[in-house]
């Protein structure tokens, strides 16, 4: 289970850098209205890295 959470909390961590270039190329064009679509995703898969990291370290001290 442990490594199911590292798998996810790893992908989610790639999405959110390939989000943030994207972002950074909408910036580099001026389409504002992409590149701030683009900065949510960014936040939304950073937040999921967040939890998953809690949610594995969480499951750690529940078991001792």
């Known amino acids: 289970m442990k490594r ?3 798998y996810c909390s790893l992908l989610a961590c790639v999405f959110s850098f390939y989000f943030g270039w994207l972002a950074y190329l909408h910036l ?6 992409q590149m701030y679509l683009n900065i949510a995703y960014c936040a939304l898969f950073l937040s999921v890295t967040v939890f998953t990291f809690d949610v594995k ?3 750690k001290t529940d078991k001792s």
Do not use: W
């Open 28 to 33: 580099a064009r001026e389409d504002i209205d």
């Open 57 to 59: 370290d969480r499951k």
């Open 4 to 6: 199911i959470y590292q």
